[in-house]
């Protein structure tokens, strides 16, 4: 495993010959975040030696190497969702070649389904803390000491740093954002009314596919880590209205430009 990390990093280190400053995984809700960039290299997945490759057919997923706001990121485009049928030790690779690279900051988006009776539709939460429910824990199995602790702290998982800036730039910019608890459920069923209700009582704002493993393993090896919402859907215990892949999509659209602002801006500006 961590033979095929390094020989992963080694082949991209080749390439794009110097260190990010930034991971940027995009979900849904920051797609378009690539064409804000100043692309310097491309790598699809294909190319790239051990990465995991997508099952859709036609989006092969691609790293891109560029310029945002002055600073080097490396974004991720096509993500791995343990849904799809891969190993939570898959589904996190990504994170596990971003550390060898040597970055040493992360900044992830998704969608999720909000709970929170507070929440509309198209809100964007800014994640401060997560519950892990997967049913399969990313750092089972052997310790790879070289990478991380065996018991790892996970009393802040999300950067206080990052979030507070980003609260800056959100009042600055007129973006109105939540901070929440997003709780990671397997999926791929989004969660009938009970299970809405379930995630509310247990202390979740929002819950999603994704997410959660990545954060894990990055904060296994000391990554600084942000993530930002967008709630594409209400869900609870009163509310039956039908939630598709579509509408997932349409409300991640509206909530996208926002979301990139709050992003670029956050790059730009957080030092550390
Ligand atoms: N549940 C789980 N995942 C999701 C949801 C949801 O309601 N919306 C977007 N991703």
């Not at 057919?57 to 891969?86: A, C, N, P, Q, T």
């Amino acid at each position: 495993m961590l033979e095929k990390i390094k020989e992963t990093a080694a082949f991209i280190r080749n390439i794009i010959g110097e260190t990010p400053d930034y991971a940027i995984v995009l979900g849904s809700g920051l797609g378009k975040l690539q064409n804000e960039v100043e692309a310097i290299h491309t790598i699809e997945y294909p190319e790239i030696p051990n990465f995991p490759q997508t099952t859709v057919v036609g989006h092969g997923g691609k790293l891109i190497y560029g310029i945002l706001e002055g600073k080097k990121v490396l974004m991720m485009s096509g993500r791995f969702h343990y849904y799809e049928g891969y190993s939570m030790e898959t589904v996190t690779f990504p994170m596990r070649v971003f550390h060898l690279l040597g970055i040493k900051k992360m900044i992830l988006s998704n969608a999720s389904g909000g709970v929170n009776p507070a929440f509309h539709v198209g809100d964007i939460m800014m994640v401060k803390d997560h519950i892990n429910m997967m049913p399969e824990h990313p750092l089972r199995g052997k310790n790879i000491d070289e990478l991380g602790p065996r018991f790892v702290d996970m009393s802040e998982p999300y950067s206080k740093a990052m979030i507070a800036t980003a609260e800056r730039i959100a009042e600055r910019e007129g973006i109105e954002v939540h901070k929440g608890v997003y709780l990671g459920l397997q999926g791929p069923t989004f969660e009938t009314p009970a299970e809405y209700g379930m995630v509310r009582v247990l202390g979740g704002d929002a819950v999603g596919m994704s997410t959660v493993p990545e954060v894990i393993v990055a904060r296994h090896m000391g990554m600084e880590v942000f993530c930002v919402s967008i709630i594409t859907d209400l869900g609870g215990p009163e509310i039956a209205f039908a939630v598709s892949h579509e509408e997932v999509l349409q409300a991640a659209n509206k909530a996208m430009p926002n979301v990139i602002k709050l992003v670029t801006n956050l790059v730009r500006e957080h030092e550390g």
